[in-house]
Antibody, heavy 117, light 109 residues
Framework: QVQLQESGPGLVKPSETLSLTCAVSGGSISTINYLSWVRQPPGKGLEWIGQIHHSGSANYNPSLKSRVTILVDKSRNQFSLRLSSVTAADTAIYYC??????????WGQGTLVTVSS | EIVLTQSPGTLFLSPGERATLSCRASQSISSTYLAWYQQKPGQVPRLLIYGASSRATGIPDRFSGSGSGTDFTLTISTLEPEDFAVYYCQQYSSPALYTFGQGTKLQIK
């Protein structure tokens, strides 16, 4: 069974870049079609950020596209999220997840990132 | 962008009752692309239903999904205490965009 674990700074300053990594275990990332990032502001709903294929091809939510980069590192069996020019509105729990068909069937535990000076 | 509207926002029911949650899309979507998730406080979202009506692995058969076009429903036949949570519907649209509904909170009456 695939397991995912997010890691990265819990506090980022406004205008800086948020960087998170998701380590995948229990299977090779090369056998997984797509991996996604999803976020959830405290007390609010879910927002899909984007996804990446093990080939490196990525798709992004148009609302965030200008600021988001998702990369895959097959040698380390992990993928990453970078979100630039962050503001307080980017404060959220960030989840990495494995896509299963047209949904996300396995999720990491999530990591809270707070944007504050 | 396809918008999903869930109703009601909050649903108050008692254990043993039947719950019916609605998800309406702003335009017609393929049933293949409609999923439902459950999220309990402080926990990770859990996939319940995919393809509008197929239960995910390990999901009890009291959960069922139905619908087509723009109207989809999640039904919990007999509520258990552990079912009180927030439920989200989600859709996928080509070329590659997932959107979620705003959620329905199922609370104990």
């Amino acid at each position: 069974q695939v397991q995912l674990q997010e890691s990265g700074p819990g506090l980022v300053k406004p205008s800086e870049t948020l960087s998170l990594t998701c380590a995948v275990s229990g299977g090779s990332i090369s056998t997984i079609n797509y991996l996604s990032w999803v976020r959830q502001p405290p007390g609010k709903g879910l927002e899909w950020i984007g996804q990446i294929h093990h080939s490196g091809s990525a798709n992004y939510n148009p609302s965030l596209k200008s600021r988001v980069t998702i990369l895959v590192d097959k040698s380390r069996n992990q993928f990453s999220l970078r979100l630039s020019s962050v503001t307080a509105a980017d404060t959220a729990i960030y989840y990495c997840a494995k896509n299963g068909g047209y949904n996300q069937d396995y999720w990491g535990q999530g990591t809270l990132v707070t944007v504050s000076s | 962008e396809i918008v999903l509207t869930q109703s009601p926002g909050t649903l108050f029911l008692s254990p043993g009752e039947r719950a019916t949650l609605s998800c309406r899309a702003s335009q017609s979507i393929s049933s293949t692309y409609l999923a439902w998730y459950q999220q309990k406080p402080g926990q990770v979202p859990r996939l319940l239903i995919y393809g509008a009506s197929s239960r995910a692995t390990g999901i009890p058969d009291r959960f069922s999904g139905s619908g087509s076009g723009t109207d989809f429903t999640l039904t919990i036949s007999t509520l258990e205490p552990e079912d009180f949570a927030v439920y989200y519907c989600q859709q996928y649209s080509s070329p590659a965009l997932y959107t979620f509904g705003q959620g329905t909170k199922l609370q104990i009456k």
